[in-house]
């Protein structure tokens, strides 16, 4: 298995020219003296999902369908010829996130759906996850996390992978997409693009 991120600083982008720098979010740490003071679960923090209003494309791709729980709306769009997908994920803060600092909220939000990611390659020895690039950044005045990524999984050609994480009016979006054409560069240009559409929608 292949499993590569944070360890390489520099890779080679996939016309062998450029380089793409990879940069390591710095680790959290909880607050120790206060690890005891919460004796029970909090609730989670929940917000009005339904008021999002979702557009039938995004960036030239189709709504594909809506899959909506208590905490989270997720919606898939995909190209006409289904060969490229984008997956919008709408969802609540967790319990007790709601006092964190919004960077740090995005950070450990992205660190959660980075963790999935890893440990669903290390379920197969056969597939293999290279993330090229993420890092933490601020994006039209809130902080935002982002990752280019490969994705190899047996008798299939090597998918290209973005994933960007924001915070929307308290809520957390998530955008991630995949192609097997688009290389990850572009895919991430996608996703911004997308993430603008969505902010237009609720105007």
Not at 157 to 181: E, H, K
Request: proline share 5%.
């Amino acid at each position: 298995m292949t499993l590569s991120g944070c360890e390489s600083a520099r890779q080679k982008d996939e016309n062998g020219g450029n380089t793409i720098n990879a940069h390591k979010l710095p680790a959290l740490e909880a607050d120790r003296a206060n690890v005891k003071a919460v004796p029970y679960s909090l609730p989670a923090t929940r917000t009005d999902l339904s008021r999002f209003h979702m557009p039938p494309t995004l960036a030239g791709l189709k709504l594909d369908g809506e899959i909506s729980s208590d905490n989270a709306r997720t919606f898939r769009y995909v190209s006409e010829s289904r060969r490229e997908s984008l997956q919008v994920i709408l969802s609540n803060l967790p319990a007790g996130w709601d006092t964190m600092d919004p960077k740090r909220a995005v950070a450990s939000y992205y660190g959660e759906a980075r963790q999935r990611r890893v440990q669903k390659a290390l379920s197969n020895p056969a597939n293999a996850l290279s993330i090229l690039s993420e890092n933490l950044m601020d994006l039209e005045g809130e902080p935002a996390a982002q990752a280019q990524m490969r994705w190899i999984e047996p008798n299939h050609p090597i998918q290209n992978q973005s994933v960007l994480i924001t915070l929307i009016d308290g809520s957390f979006i998530r955008i991630s997409n995949a192609s097997y054409q688009q290389n990850t560069r572009w895919l991430l240009q996608q996703a911004k693009r997308s993430l603008a559409e969505i902010k237009a929608a609720q105007e």
